[in-house]
């Protein structure tokens, strides 16, 4: 069984338009993240969020929203989409993020191209 | 600002031989470390950590060493497999930040195996 999977894990879209990635986990982890790798392959956090409060990277527009419905569950919701926010996206989880467990599971990314 | 970094972007090294991928970090506070392998189309896949407490830490073929003096973090791998080809990279959790804020990525090298 897969850990962290998300869906699509290609996405081809018109500028202007609003798509979603949803995410899950199956490891009973506590927090869960979103992480954007660009053409460099260079990785950086987008949101981190448990059960108990979202951190958002202050760098990350406000067109894109997490959402979760439940603790195994983080979606990405991103509203007019720019050419700038081609990238793959990759959900994560983590057992714990008070400092105990740092270590992430990544799911398999989902490529964004927008035209 | 402090942040994570690699010194290659890309390593070639023969099939069987040893290879070593170096990080230096400028986060001084960093207590926590972890290298991982993102293989072509799949997302970051753990493969080893250390923590500030320790300079040494041994895996199945893979070592971590970590120099907190000149802040240095070296991931090496022993009789390197064709398998072994994929981007690696470092990244560092400081606890005494506080928050979900996740791990910070450095760039990433290329690792390429030749057979």
Redesign the interface.
């Known amino acids: 069984d897969t850990a962290v999977s998300q869906t699509p894990k290609y996405l081809v879209t018109q500028m202007g338009n609003d798509k979603s990635i949803k995410c899950e986990q199956n490891l009973g982890h506590d927090t869960m993240y979103w992480y954007k790798q660009d053409s460099k392959k260079f990785l950086k956090i987008m949101f981190s969020y448990n059960n108990k409060e979202l951190i958002i990277n202050e760098t990350v527009p406000n067109r894109f929203s997490p959402k979760s419905p439940d603790k195994a569950h983080l979606n990405l919701h991103i509203n007019s989409l720019e050419l700038g926010d081609s990238a793959v996206y990759f959900c994560a989880s983590s057992q714990d993020s008070q400092g105990r467990d740092e270590k992430l599971f990544f799911g398999s990314g989902t490529q964004l191209s927008v035209l | 600002g402090e942040s994570v970094g690699l010194h290659l972007p890309t390593l070639s090294v023969q099939e069987g031989d040893n290879s070593i991928i170096n990080c230096a970090y400028s986060n001084s506070a960093s207590?926590?470390f972890?290298w991982?392998k993102?293989e072509s189309?799949?997302?970051?896949?753990?493969i080893i950590?250390i923590r500030s407490n320790m300079d040494k830490r041994q895996g199945q073929r893979v070592t971590v060493l970590l120099n907190k003096t000149v802040k240095h973090l070296s991931l090496q791998i022993a009789a390197t497999q064709p398998g072994d080809s994929a981007?690696y990279?470092c990244a560092e959790?400081m606890?005494s930040g506080g928050?979900?804020?996740?791990?910070?990525?450095g760039?990433?090298t290329h690792l390429i195996i030749q057979p």
């Open positions: 207590d926590y972890i991982y993102q189309g799949k997302g970051p896949q753990f950590d981007v990279f959790y606890y928050g979900a804020d996740g791990l910070t990525f760039k990433g």
